[in-house]
């Protein structure tokens, strides 16, 4: 089981907005450690989406947006595109582990 | 600009070590707040941090794995080293190196384009 729970999967039509959550605990999210996102096409490397629970790197749409509240964080897409269509992990630090968690991955499919 | 790229063998057998190195430019592992990681993702399944090392030669494992594992770095030839002991098939799996930043928060902002290492007699 990963340290971070994310959903399996999510929908949605184009056009639409859709939300992914990230839940941790008291020793990643919870005490306060940023929360960065990554968009993964099938047979491709992970790219990163947001840092720091709300930035984006340089290149990806505004379309893309982070949140953190608590123990939790979400990545939310609005307009969504076909090209869209991925997996999608977050990853924290945490302490216990005394390095990087991630998500158990969500897998996003645009009807 | 800042490339990875993964290389080692394809296929080990159960109870081999595996030895897989990253190389890299772009950056300089001498330089504070730097680091590069490696990641692992079975076919199908989520990925998961195996090892950083640190520009200070610091080097941290995740704890499952930690007895498997050794992390080292080769500053002068922009390479770092990952070695897994007594391989098993459940270790089957795409295994990444990527670009670490620690400056007050810690995420991968570069990976490579991953290798797949089949684990099998």
Redesign the interface.
């Known amino acids: 089981q990963s340290v971070l729970t994310q959903p399996p999967s999510v929908s949605g039509a184009p056009g639409q907005r859709v939300t992914i959550s990230c839940t941790g605990s008291s020793s990643n999210i919870g005490t306060g450690y940023d929360v960065h996102w990554y968009q993964q096409v099938p047979g491709t490397a992970p790219k990163l989406l947001i840092y720091a629970d709300s930035n984006r790197p340089s290149g990806v749409p505004d379309r893309f947006s982070g949140s953190k509240s608590g123990t939790s964080a979400s990545l939310a897409i609005t307009g969504l595109q076909a090209e869209d269509e991925a997996d999608y992990y977050c990853q924290s630090y945490d302490s216990k582990m005394g390095g990087s968690v991630f998500g158990g991955g969500t897998k996003l499919t645009v009807l | 600009q800042i490339t990875l790229k993964e290389s080692g063998p394809t296929l080990v057998k159960p109870t081999q070590t595996l030895t897989l190195t990253c190389t890299f430019s772009g950056f300089s592992l001498s330089t504070s707040g730097v680091g590069v990681?490696w990641?692992r993702q079975p076919p199908g399944k989520?990925?998961?941090?195996l090892?950083?090392i640190y520009w200070n030669d610091d080097k941290?494992?995740?704890?499952s794995l930690r007895s498997r594992l050794s992390i080292t770095k080769d500053t002068s030839k922009n390479q770092v080293l990952l070695t897994m002991t007594n391989m098993d098939p459940v270790d089957t799996a795409t295994y990444?190196c990527a670009h670490y930043?620690l400056q007050g928060?810690?995420?991968?902002?570069?990976?490579?384009?991953?290798t797949l290492v089949t684990v099998s007699s």
Do not use: K, M, S
């Open positions: 990681g990641i989520a990925l998961e941090w090892a950083l941290r494992y995740n704890p990444y930043v928060t810690y995420y991968f902002d570069y990976w490579g384009q991953g």
